[in-house]
């Protein structure tokens, strides 16, 4: 590893000593000369350097190390090379930051990008590094690629983490564009700008396949990339059946995996009133899709089930939407989209646990057949319900959902995730996810999932006074609360009216007087419901994160259905 030190006003490079005069005259000189690598001016050789490397730099006490330099095939030279030009510009190792510099030995010549790694000690410890060198990776390719167009391959040396050093450096090259005309993509969705990422194995580790490794990273990676996908590519190419086609595509070949596509008549006969209720006012065919994956013992059961939405595109229904941010409802089918690509990553990581997956499939449009604000329909479970908001549909298809997926499978713990509600934005904005469940273990293990992602959750309430909101004058439910407050809250508290034993619970309107929170359950199946409406979105393109919807939060899922496969809830 390369040391760059100061002691009495000079730095010491490779056993030279720069003076404080010199240091002056190297920014002059190879701050320019940085310059002209960053904006791609004349260099020496007159082909493009088309092979970039991304290194890390740490500090120790008060001196600097190139993380890991030799095993990611740097030279003495160009070491020192690197050292001088990073220093010259003032660059530190502070945590995320990046600064791209040319290395040359001879005939060998690179683009390097250093990015910061924070503390030796820190990176040392490499738990609870992920999101600095998911970041910092992240970060470094992006450079890489900006300041290169030329580039085609991006090798990252040495990582603390190998599995974050994978995901962020293949999330940092998503780009969906393969609508424009000036691309060459054959597909119409996102890629990877044409670049391909290798990695580097510090001497005495290994990138090897198994968790935490590189290739598990791309695994997480790819999924949350298929999410994405997914949810960024417009309606009248994402329809119900598109979607479910796309599913069949993604999920063919691999061990472990049957799908099914279910249709209208399916529906029917399933007495799934509220997903035909909402489908009623499109012309587009409603789907339904399951997925087993059969990772586990056989006779083990269904571990986990993930249920998603998938309204493939939301306009409100007659409750219709205000016209300002409609273009996002094309993610609509969000919680949808990270259930089936996490279920992909689950099966290629052959994780030893039983999963299910179900999606419901529909667009929520207006037409002469469409629902009405104080229609009644009888939902899967029997239970009928006055429909006061069109524009509160999800949790409508969901409710069907959730209770096919525990009459057919049974599962242990059953997961929801969907874009339910505006006030969930209100409340945690783009970061957090809100969490339902009223199982303090099931809470437990997803905290521990938020925790190995680094996908943020936050724990919200369930309480028996979201259930009284919930009575309807004409039918057994509204579909949304009866005052204008909590309403991510009371779409909670609707989804489990159709996850509990109803034959434990009283109607809405027998409810004792003495209201408590639902905080303290642990009967089966153990349920949450997780409103992705904020994180479905990234606002702005930094670090790994892209403009746009976002997948999220796909690894997070993947990372819950490993800790229940290493560690069954009891």
């Known amino acids: 590893m390369q040391l760059l030190s100061k002691a009495s006003g000079a730095f010491r490079v490779l056993g030279g000593a720069v003076s404080a005069r010199q240091r002056h005259a190297l920014v002059a000189q190879q701050g320019s000369r940085c310059a002209s690598f960053l904006f791609s001016t004349k260099r020496d050789t007159p082909s493009p350097i088309k092979h970039g490397l991304v290194v890390g730099i740490v500090s120790v006490s008060d001196t600097h190390e190139l993380y890991g330099a030799e095993a990611a095939g740097l030279t003495a030279a160009q070491q020192q090379q690197i050292v001088r030009q990073v220093h010259a510009v003032g660059s530190k190792a502070r945590e995320g930051s990046v600064q791209v510099v040319y290395a040359r030995d001879g005939d060998d010549e690179k683009y390097v990008a250093v990015v910061g790694l924070g503390s030796m000690e820190d990176a040392h410890n490499a738990s609870g590094r992920g999101e600095v060198v998911r970041t910092a990776v992240a970060n470094g390719v992006r450079q890489l690629c900006a300041q290169n167009t030329a580039l085609r391959n991006v090798t990252v040396g040495p990582m603390p983490c190998h599995q974050a050093s994978a995901e962020g450096a293949k999330l940092a090259l998503y780009k969906f564009d393969g609508f424009k005309t000036k691309n060459s993509s054959s597909s119409n969705g996102g890629k990877d700008e044409g670049v391909a990422v290798t990695h580097l194995a510090s001497q005495g580790s290994s990138s090897g396949s198994g968790i935490g490794s590189w290739d598990t990273g791309v695994v997480y990676a790819e999924a949350q990339n298929l999410a994405r996908d997914l949810m960024n590519t417009p309606a009248n190419f994402m329809t119900p059946t598109i979607f479910a086609d796309r599913v069949r595509e993604e999920l063919a070949g691999i061990d472990g995996v049957s799908v099914s596509v279910h249709d209208k008549a399916w529906a029917e006969a399933q007495r799934m009133g509220g997903l035909l209720a909402v489908s009623r006012g499109s012309d587009e065919p409603l789907r339904f899709v399951e997925i087993v994956y059969s990772g586990g013992n056989a006779g083990s059961g269904v571990e986990l089930a993930l249920v998603g939405k998938g309204v493939t595109y939301d306009t409100g229904g007659y409750s219709l939407k205000p016209s300002r941010y409609m273009d996002m409802m094309k993610g609509d089918m969000g919680g949808g989209a990270t259930v089936v690509s996490a279920i992909r990553a689950i099966a290629q990581l052959r994780l030893p646990i039983n999963v299910?997956?179900?999606?419901?499939?529909?667009?929520?449009?207006?037409?002469?057949?469409?629902?009405?604000?104080?229609?009644?329909?009888?939902?899967?479970?029997?239970?009928?319900?006055?429909?006061?908001?069109?524009?509160?549909?999800?949790?409508?298809?969901?409710?069907?959902?959730?209770?096919?997926?525990?009459?057919?499978?049974?599962?242990?713990?059953?997961?929801?995730?969907?874009?339910?509600?505006?006030?969930?934005?209100?409340?945690?904005?783009?970061?957090?996810?809100?969490?339902?469940?009223?199982?303090?273990?099931?809470?437990?293990?997803?905290?521990?999932?938020?925790?190995?992602?680094?996908?943020?959750?936050?724990?919200?309430?369930?309480?028996?006074?979201?259930?009284?909101?919930?009575?309807?004058?004409?039918?057994?439910?509204?579909?949304?609360?009866?005052?204008?407050?909590?309403?991510?809250?009371?779409?909670?508290?609707?989804?489990?009216?159709?996850?509990?034993?109803?034959?434990?619970?009283?109607?809405?309107?027998?409810?004792?007087?003495?209201?408590?929170?639902?905080?303290?359950?642990?009967?089966?199946?153990?349920?949450?419901?997780?409103?992705?409406?904020?994180?479905?979105?990234?606002?702005?393109?930094?670090?790994?994160?892209?403009?746009?919807?976002?997948?999220?939060?796909?690894?997070?899922?993947?990372?819950?259905?490993?800790?229940?496969?290493?560690?069954?809830?009891?």
């Open 356 to 570: 299910v997956a179900t999606v419901p499939l529909c667009e929520n449009m207006v037409n002469g057949s469409a629902t009405k604000v104080s229609d009644v329909y009888t939902s899967r479970a029997g239970m009928t319900v006055e429909v006061m908001n069109t524009d509160a549909e999800g949790r409508i298809i969901l409710a069907d959902a959730l209770n096919y997926t525990i009459e057919t499978h049974q599962p242990r713990t059953i997961v929801d995730v969907a874009t339910l509600t505006g006030a969930m934005v209100v409340a945690l904005g783009e970061v957090y996810t809100g969490v339902f469940t009223p199982s303090p273990k099931l809470w437990s293990a997803i905290e521990q999932a938020s925790s190995t992602s680094d996908e943020p959750v936050w724990r919200m309430p369930l309480h028996d006074r979201w259930d009284a909101m919930l009575q309807s004058p004409v039918a057994d439910l509204s579909n949304i609360g009866n005052k204008a407050e909590a309403g991510a809250c009371t779409a909670a508290a609707f989804l489990r009216q159709f996850v509990v034993d109803r034959s434990r619970t009283l109607p809405l309107a027998e409810k004792p007087t003495v209201l408590r929170a639902q905080n303290n359950d642990e009967s089966l199946p153990r349920w949450a419901h997780m409103d992705i409406a904020g994180p479905m979105e990234a606002s702005a393109s930094t670090g790994y994160h892209q403009k746009g919807l976002s997948g999220r939060p796909t690894r997070m899922l993947v990372d819950l259905a490993r800790i229940l496969a290493t560690d069954p809830l009891p």
